[in-house]
């Protein structure tokens, strides 16, 4: 199996600093600029917590495609948001850490051939067991929906 890698840079204090992060297997990413304040207070920026949830979208994606292949269904499209939410701890060095509470997924796919049942237990299977989601120790929860341009067939209904 192949090596992924990521990097960042960092220079400064915490608060005061500047870094770049880059993702250096594909180098999609190259460089891009994050602070305290772009991570913390909404100023321009890269959010490495962003990245891990883009990434971790795209996991489910993939896993989600795979897991109905295996079911037998065909898969049109699957669209998801992963929303991280941050919180904060008692593990910094002032006794005020940041820290992820959980990651939310909204997804909405469009899988012929199967019914509701069916697509929310694919759904969580996927969410279980996306690669992303197995390295993870906070919650992780969903919210799926399904979309059919094709035709309900007889099983459906």
Request: one cysteine or more.
């Amino acid at each position: 199996m192949p090596v992924v890698t990521g990097q960042s840079q960092w220079n400064g204090t915490f608060k005061e600093g500047t870094g770049t992060l880059s993702t250096t297997t594909s180098g999609t990413i190259r460089e891009a600029p994050y602070t305290y304040a772009s991570r913390f207070e909404g100023a321009p920026g890269a959010i490495p917590e962003e990245l891990l949830v883009t990434g971790h979208a795209g996991c489910y994606n993939h896993a989600l495609a795979n897991i109905a292949f295996k079911a037998g269904a065909s898969v049109e499209s699957i669209s998801t948001t992963a929303q991280l939410t941050m919180g904060t701890d008692d593990q910094g060095s002032d006794g005020h850490g940041y820290s992820v509470e959980g990651i939310h997924f909204v997804v909405v796919a469009d899988i012929p051939g199967i019914t509701d049942d069916q697509f929310v237990e694919l759904a969580e299977q996927a969410r279980a067991l996306c690669s992303i989601s197995k390295i993870l120790t906070v919650p992780i929860t969903l919210d799926a929906s399904r979309i059919t341009t094709s035709p309900a067939t007889e099983e459906e209904a």
